[in-house]
């Protein structure tokens, strides 16, 4: 059986606040509150002032209200260290990574809880070359963060200062515009496109209205406090009401911060990113363009895909959830496509981040070049029934501190036999348990994923009974 749990809670007294995707939590409540966002500034800047002589970071953000006040909190933390900031406004996260390394900035900090409610907030860093600063690196901000010695600060014109980059979106479009091949067009394609009320609102509808494409948009009226509800790669049920509605030929559904893609064939059914890197790995394959004939998911991804790969001669690699740990498996291999069931899809020999319009972009590409509809595409993959289940938990407890839970997930394998899996793990970006059951029957995996989720929960209440008996 596979498992994983992600530690023991990040509470205050831990001085641990990077987790799997950046520092995320409820907006103006610690960790994500204005005095700990000013400490954070003060670390950043310091940080890349003991590592280059006069760094400049960039500063972008999704649309959720709380992003104003973290944003000037998060600047007048780093300019207080004599370091200047550069914001960018609402922009997907993938725009920020590629923004930092065409300006050449020393950093990119994105401020997002990606498909969190708008309530979350969140900072993620990425690095020069625009990939996510090291865990060394973060450990190396909160060790500056936490630390009790004191600190001397610029003054006069020694102070940072604030810029504001006007032609954010239009930089990023270009770029995007430019991974779509030239001789090819979207004229005479139909495309439905959900920005999820968040970042990639202004720029995604550019992009494919200016490649030739007749777009009808939904989700791109952001008011702070709308980002992910009801639209988006967490919802696409109103994106396939829309490409059944008008005809479409697709339907592209982004996340709050457009690192991440769903998307809805001219049937009105939902791929996800199992699905996608299938077909990229095909198409990959059949241009010489995959390393070692290797593709890196999570173990979250469908045993489907596996076989799919089997059968292209292509083989698997997983990592533990979190887009993180797969571009730093494709990094060590040098492998040049990776992602997760989620929708995260990263082309490394193109990006150095998943990116949701890039994807689509690619899917675009394939559908016009092999003059084939999506339905065609993706019956190269084969799911396996998978059964996800979430449950609210109050912290991370180790799964050896909970013998019962782990003596049930053990019985569930046991039903499930050796062509099914059970996992169980903790959210490495909110207090939630996952159960994921995959093999069987539909109404069987649902049942015990049920199960599994109530034996959890009791799990968590004999925990806490036994600790508050041995205080």
């Given amino acids: 059986m596979k498992k994983m749990n992600s530690g023991s809670s ?22 994500i509150s204005p005095e700990l966002v000013l400490r954070l500034g003060q670390a950043v800047g310091r940080y890349f002032k003991n590592h280059y002589p006069n760094p400049r970071i960039l500063i972008g953000k999704d649309t959720r209200r709380s992003g104003y006040m973290l944003e000037q909190a998060l600047s ?4 207080s260290t004599g370091v200047d900031t550069y914001f960018v406004g609402p922009l997907p996260t993938p725009g920020i990574a590629y923004l930092t390394r065409g300006m050449r900035a020393n950093a990119g900090i994105v401020i997002s809880a990606s498909h969190n409610p708008f309530y979350d907030n969140g900072f993620k860093i990425f690095a020069a070359d625009g990939y996510k600063l090291p865990v060394s690196a973060e450990q190396e901000i909160e060790d500056l963060i936490f ?40 004229e005479g394609l139909k495309l439905v496109i959900d920005c999820a009320n968040g970042a990639g609102y202004r720029v995604a509808p550019k992009v494919f209205e200016e490649l030739g494409a007749e777009i009808v948009v939904i989700g791109v009226s952001p008011d702070g406090t709308n980002i992910n509800e009801g639209y988006g790669a967490l919802h696409p049920e109103k994106l396939q009401e829309y490409v059944k509605l008008h005809k479409a030929d697709l339907g592209i559904a982004l996340d709050g911060d457009a690192d991440r893609v769903v998307l809805v064939d001219e049937n009105g059914e939902t791929l996800d990113g199992d699905e996608l890197l ?6 990959y394959l059949e241009k010489n363009r995959l390393q070692n004939r290797v593709v890196v998911s999570t173990i979250m991804s469908n045993l489907g895909l596996e076989i799919a790969l089997k059968n292209m001669d292509a083989r698997l690699v997983r990592t533990q959830v979190g887009d993180r740990y797969v571009v730093e498996e494709m990094r060590k291999g040098r492998f040049t496509l990776g992602g997760e069931q989620s929708g995260h899809i990263i082309f490394g020999d193109i990006s150095t981040t998943g990116d949701g319009t890039l994807a689509a972009l690619k899917i ?73 059951i995959e093999g069987g029957k539909t109404e069987s995996i649902d049942g015990m994923a ?11 209440e004999q925990y806490y009974s036994m600790r508050l008996a041995n205080t």
């Fill in 10 to 31: 990040s509470a205050p007294k831990s001085n641990r606040l990077f987790g799997t995707d950046g520092v995320r939590g409820r907006a103006n409540v610690y960790p």
């Fill in 76 to 79: 007048s933390g780093i300019c």
């Fill in 147 to 186: 630390s009790n010695s004191a600190s001397v600060f610029p003054t006069g014109s020694e102070i940072g200062t604030t810029a504001r980059i006007e032609d954010s979106v239009g930089q990023y479009a270009v770029f995007l515009k430019e991974q779509f091949p030239k001789n090819l067009s979207l």
């Fill in 278 to 283: 299938a077909i990229f790995a095909k198409n």
């Fill in 364 to 436: 675009l590409e394939i559908m016009v070049e092999k003059q084939k509809r999506l339905s065609e595409l993706k019956s190269i993959l084969q799911k396996f029934p998978q059964a996800l289940k979430n449950i609210d938990v109050p912290e991370r407890i180790p799964l050896a501190n909970l013998p019962a839970l782990s003596q049930h997930l053990h019985s569930v394998q046991e039903r499930l036999g050796s062509e099914g899996r059970v996992l169980f793990r903790f959210s490495g970006t909110e207090l939630k348990a996952r159960i994921m």
């Fill in 450 to 460: 049920n199960e599994l989720a109530e034996k959890a929960l009791q799990s968590f």
